[in-house]
T-cell receptor, first 112, second 117 residues
C-alpha cells in the first residue's frame, strides 16, 4: 500500500536556525508529493508540491523541499526558522488529481 | 474570502442523533473531497466528487455516512445514528482538475469539529 512516513512526532528548533522536517514515501511508480501546515483549530494550508522536474521545490513562507528518489525522501526545509513557523506539518502523496494520503504529522516548535 | 467554507465550525450532539455538515468549495473547483482527522493523526480520505458524481468512497465511510453534491457546487456530509467514535474534525477540500489544470493542490476548509456526548 502506498504510504508516507514522518518519523518524528516532534521537532524543536531555535529561532534563526535552519529547520528540517522529515518525510519518506514508500511506493512504486511516481507519486506526487505535498507538504501542508496546520495551525490550531484550522484546516490545512498548502505549502508546496513535487510533481516532476527539479528536485528542489520552493514553496510558501520561505519553505522548500528536496525530492530524493534514491532515499525515497521529501524533507521540508527552511534556512532560518521563525517563531510563527510553530505548527503541525503534514507530508502527503497522491498519483495526480486523486485522494491524498497523509503522514501522521510532525509538530514543529520554534524556541525563541 | 474565496476559500473553502465549512459550516458549522463546531457541532456537539448526543450519541444516536443525526448530523449534517456543509462544504462550499472554491467556486471554479470541480473536485470536492471529504477527509476525517482524529486527534494526533493526519487526515484520512472519506470520499470525493467530480462535479456532482461521487467517484470514490473509502471503506471508512460506513453506511451511516452519506455525502452528496447535488448541483456540483456545495456538498453535504450526513452522519446518521452518531457514535462516540465519530468524534473528529471533518475536513473538506476542493481542487480544479482538467486538461489545462492538472496536478493542482487541494485547498482545505477550516473543518467541522464534531463532538459526540
Amino acid at each position: 500500500a502506498q504510504s508516507v512516513a514522518q518519523p518524528e512526532d516532534q521537532v524543536n528548533v531555535a529561532e534563526g536556525n535552519p529547520l528540517t522536517v522529515k518525510c519518506t514515501y514508500s511506493v512504486s511508480g511516481n507519486p506526487y508529493l505535498f507538504w501542508y501546515v496546520q495551525y490550531p483549530n484550522r484546516g490545512l494550508q498548502f505549502l508546496l508540491k513535487y510533481i516532476t522536474g527539479d528536485n528542489l521545490v520552493k514553496g510558501s513562507y520561505g519553505f522548500e523541499a528536496e525530492f530524493n528518489k534514491s532515499q525515497t525522501s521529501f524533507h521540508l526545509k527552511k534556512p532560518s526558522a521563525l517563531v510563527s513557523d510553530s505548527a503541525l506539518y503534514f507530508c502527503a502523496e497522491n498519483f495526480g488529481n486523486e485522494k491524498l494520503t497523509f503522514g501522521t504529522g510532525t509538530r514543529l516548535t520554534i524556541i525563541p | 474570502d474565496t476559500g473553502v467554507s465549512q459550516d458549522p465550525r463546531h457541532k456537539i450532539t448526543k450519541r444516536g442523533q443525526n448530523v449534517t455538515f456543509r462544504c462550499d468549495p472554491i467556486s471554479e473547483h470541480n473536485r470536492l473531497y471529504w477527509y476525517r482527522q482524529t486527534l494526533g493523526q493526519g487526515p484520512e480520505f472519506l470520499t470525493y466528487f467530480q462535479n456532482e458524481a461521487q467517484l470514490e468512497k473509502s471503506r471508512l465511510l460506513s453506511d451511516r455516512f452519506s455525502a452528496e453534491r447535488p448541483k456540483g457546487s456545495f456538498s453535504t456530509l450526513e452522519i446518521q445514528r452518531t457514535e462516540q467514535g465519530d468524534s473528529a474534525m471533518y475536513l473538506c477540500a476542493s481542487s480544479l482538475v482538467g486538461a489545462q489544470s492538472s496536478n493542482q493542490p487541494q485547498h482545505f476548509g477550516d473543518g467541522t469539529r464534531l463532538s459526540i456526548l
